[in-house]
């Protein structure tokens, strides 16, 4: 059974626009809510954590800690300890460095969704680069596509603008 709660505080007395926005706002929230949860019911993916441990390399020069990749999940989601060193690249090639504030994540998508939203978000190349005599730690939180599910993107996503980036096989 799915179950949401959400606080809507209405009074059917005040009509007014401010109230109305208000309201729609708070139902654009449940409506969200509901969404994720019957995607969470239907239980088409699961979740790994992944800990990452990369020893100091002593050396002033940037070495690779982990080669350029994609991800090919769904969604990482990804903190670090203060040692950055998470590095991706646009779509002209360059590499920069991504550095999170304190306390905040890291969000990557991966090339399952890439494909499933049919290319309108992008799953970017990232490496890790480190230097320096201090350890870095990471955890990734990944979300998995279950096996025995195709993914093939919705046709409203599918135009002349937009054609279909991979067969569903
Ligand atoms: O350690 C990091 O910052 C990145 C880890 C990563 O990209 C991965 O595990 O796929
Ligand atoms: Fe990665």
Known sequence: MLYAEIELSLSLSLC????????????????QMIRRMILESLGTTS?????????????TDDQIGLAPHTDKIFLTILCQNDVHGLQVQTKHGEWFSARPSPNSFTVMIGDSLYAWVNGSLHSLCHQVMI???????????FSIPKGGYIIKAPNELVDEEHPLLFQAL
């Not at 005599?133 to 939180?141: F, K, T």
């Open 16 to 31: 007014g626009s401010k109230t109305m926005h208000s309201y729609t706002e708070k139902l654009s929230e449940l409506d």
């Open 47 to 59: 979740r790994r954590l992944r800990v990452m441990k990369y020893a100091a390399p002593r050396t």
């Open 131 to 141: 230097s320096g005599n201090e350890v870095r730690y990471s955890a990734a939180l």
